[in-house]
């Protein structure tokens, strides 16, 4: 169900799925074409990703 995340609003066809496991979340950013899958980058939703 490559359908199933969230398309990124910055126009680049990105999408982010969240993953509960344990006891934090992980977030998936992936690209798909056609009928490939490109993971794109995994991590914890608690990461600070702006550099904050």
């Known amino acids: 169900m490559p359908n199933i995340g ?3 609003p910055d126009q680049s066809d990105r999408r982010e799925y969240f993953i509960s496991f ?9 690209r798909q074409k ?3 899958i490109a993971i794109l980058r995994v991590f914890h939703a608690r990461e600070d ?3 904050r």
């Open 34 to 36: 056609d009928n490939i």
């Open 6 to 8: 969230v398309v990124l």
């Open 49 to 51: 990703r702006l550099g």
């Open 22 to 30: 344990g006891k934090g979340n992980y977030v998936i950013r992936y």
